[in-house]
């Protein structure tokens, strides 16, 4: 398991989304109210990248159709994605860095 730097805490404020590449594909860091999660950035409906939609509540909603997933579990939280589940990765924060176990 690789360890990927997300980049500073402060550069993703509250409310942003910030894609991460790694080597097992992209990924789309999410700061829910303070609190960091990740999963994979490409959208399972149409391949959009996460990191470009926006933050509804725990959900990250795709900016091209609406599709919503759940940023803790990866899980499909509102169609119209139809393949379910994104993997979802831990994240820490160390430091003044954003931590993601790829
Ligand atoms: S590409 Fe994400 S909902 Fe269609």
Do not use: W
Not at 21 to 29: N, P, R, S, T
Not at 38 to 55: F, P, Q, V, W, Y
């Amino acid at each position: 398991m690789a360890r990927v730097v997300a980049g500073k805490a402060a550069d993703i404020p509250p409310g942003a989304l910030k894609r991460v590449g790694a080597e097992g594909g992209d990924i789309v860091v999410a700061n829910l109210d303070g609190r960091f999660c990740a999963m994979s950035d490409t959208c399972t409906h149409a391949g959009a990248s996460l990191s470009e939609g926006k933050i509804e509540g725990a959900n990250v909603v795709c900016g091209l159709h609406g599709a919503q997933f759940d940023c803790a579990s990866g899980r499909l939280a509102k169609f119209p994605a139809k393949v379910p589940d994104l993997r979802s990765y831990r994240v820490s924060v160390e430091g003044d860095d954003v931590v993601v176990e790829a």
